[in-house]
């Protein structure tokens, strides 16, 4: 048992008692200093391509960007040592270390920073989170080919050492856009010479705290410390072994028998032992930016008619199901944005309300849940994922007398489904990328990458592109809050569930280097031993 602690219940693979197991029966790699529950198997190891929190933990450890986010999730300096901002809040200027490194020993340059963010606007790439680069001046235009000139994107290298980036509008937070995954630098050299295969463990070159040791497909990924990083000496874990794991009982006996130090994800604890660990001194709660939602395929029918769309919506008890299934204290949600951002009230949206939904669903043309077409809701494979779906299956059941089917698929192929829009309704999860409601209510402008509705409604991309052009901060949060009351209260593409708790697993006698933070940020080169 973990000293000092009172012994948790672990539920034993393929049985449904609860046993107590030792930690001495726990069997760890050699030459491991530390070994995390990351999740799913990674979908990719490309900075231009994911758009995972899961990958986007490992990217953040092999390169790093302009900024990055310390335990605390504080910006501080990355690769840059420091940066300017001229006067009329449009314009930054990086100045980055001398004595940054890629992993091959090549230095980082501000010409590298540009040629991977042209990469990323290059629609060749594919890149799903390529508009989280359109707060940069003609990014958008370059990226939607409505501009060839890449001259002309406000993206310069003035010398090897110097980036003046220039924004379409004022954001006085882009210094902390600039940590973003996407943003990361990647080193062209080798993905000219290796295609594909670059990410492949012996090919890929990388600037952050780790290179890619090894990546065993479906067990783990294994990171050791690139000796080229610029701040070497303050990496605390010299190696590290990022575990792919799906079901939340077997990382729960991972971590309980000493055979993971960290667990970092809450949909890796049962939901049925949630409540019964909530005062367990390994069990680490905070708040953060995060809202779990169900997203409608609004190119299919019936989805494409807004009141079916509320119907449901307005069918789902979210009360329930936080009181039920996750039971880890996390606020029922109508609105998108989750509260607590500086400045910003989210809207009342769509609240349950069976009355509503069933004449919302019988105005649609299908009283009582007849000729409803068969339908199906997809989630990526965990047990919360499942649980969550048969409840909210259950609800439409009774309450609207149509029966959805339920599907499951692995996280990789889960998010290509999303990509292409082969779903009817869709489980999904949103973890904010910066601390501002622009984070979360961009998602859904048309044609956005992580819109993944086929939602367009010309009246709130207008209001967000307003709000994005506007100086005052309290009018601009007002443009924003009416377009998150169009998305949640009147056109439903998304059913807002619960805004989530982090939850995180680690005995802090033993592991330093993790904080809760609002963004769910975790820097692996800051968490070792004691």
């Not at 209001?463 to 007002?478: F, G, I, K, V």
Request: charged letters at 20%.
């Amino acid at each position: 048992m973990r000293r000092n602690n009172k012994p948790l219940p672990i539920l034993a693979a393929g049985c449904a008692a609860l046993v107590l197991l030792a930690s001495a029966c726990s069997q760890r790699p050699g030459g491991v200093d530390l070994i995390l529950l990351n999740g799913a198997e990674p979908q990719a190891l490309d900075p231009a391509i994911i758009s995972g929190q899961l990958e986007g933990r490992l990217c953040s450890a092999l390169f790093e960007g302009l900024t990055r986010r310390n335990a605390s999730g504080e910006i501080v300096p990355g690769v840059a040592e420091r940066w300017d901002l001229s006067a009329d809040g449009l314009a930054y200027t990086f100045h980055l270390r001398r004595n940054a490194r890629w992993s091959n020993g090549d230095p980082v340059t501000a010409h590298d920073f540009a040629a991977s963010w042209r990469r990323v606007l290059e629609p060749a790439t594919a890149s799903v989170y390529a508009e989280i680069l359109f707060f940069i001046r003609n990014a958008e235009a370059y990226q939607t080919g409505k501009l060839a000139d890449f001259s002309q994107v406000g993206i310069h290298a003035l010398d090897d050492f110097t980036l003046r980036v220039e924004l379409a509008s004022p954001a006085a937070y882009f210094p902390d856009v600039a940590a973003f995954v996407t943003y990361l630098p990647v080193h062209l050299p080798t993905i000219e010479r290796h295609g594909d295969r670059w990410t492949r463990p012996g090919h890929m070159v990388s600037n952050g705290a780790y290179r890619l040791r090894a990546w065993k497909i479906n067990d783990r990924v294994e990171l050791e410390a690139n000796a080229h990083y610029w701040n070497a000496s303050a990496v605390r874990s010299r190696r590290i072994d990022a575990l792919a794991v799906t079901k939340a009982t077997t990382a729960l006996n991972l971590y309980l028998t000493g055979q993971a130090d960290v667990l970092l994800d809450k949909s890796l604890i049962p939901p049925l032992l949630a409540g019964e660990i909530q005062d367990h001194p390994d069990l680490h709660r905070f708040t953060f930016l995060a809202t779990y939602f169900y997203r409608f395929n609004t190119t299919r029918k019936p989805f494409n008619d807004a009141r079916v769309r509320r119907a449901l919506t307005a069918a789902i008890d979210r009360e329930a199901i936080v009181r039920r299934i996750t039971r880890g204290g996390e606020p029922a949600a109508t609105a998108f944005t989750p509260p607590g951002i500086p400045g910003y009230t989210p809207p009342a949206g769509t609240s349950h309300d069976p009355v509503l939904a069933r004449r919302l669903l019988a105005e649609a043309g299908y009283p009582g849940g007849r000729g409803f077409p068969r339908a199906s809701i997809l989630y990526n494979k965990t047990e919360l994922n499942e649980q969550v779906a048969v409840e909210i299956q259950g609800m439409w059941r009774r309450e609207l007398g149509i029966e959805v089917e339920l599907h499951n698929q692995e996280w990789a192929t889960y998010l290509k489904s999303l990509d292409n829009l082969q779903y009817d309704i869709a489980r999904s999860s949103w973890v904010g990328d910066y601390n501002d409601p622009n984070t979360f209510l961009d998602c859904f402008v048309t044609a956005r990458g992580n819109n993944r509705t086929g939602w367009s409604h010309p009246p709130y991309d207008a209001l967000l592109a307003e709000a994005n052009r506007t100086a005052d901060p309290a009018r601009r949060m007002a443009l924003l809050q009416q377009a998150e009351t169009l998305l949640v209260a009147r056109e439903n593409p998304i059913a807002p569930i619960y805004h989530n708790v982090g939850m995180m697993l680690f005995n802090k006698e033993r592991i330093t280097g993790l904080e809760g933070n609002v963004l769910d940020e975790h820097p692996f080169q800051e968490i070792g031993r004691k």
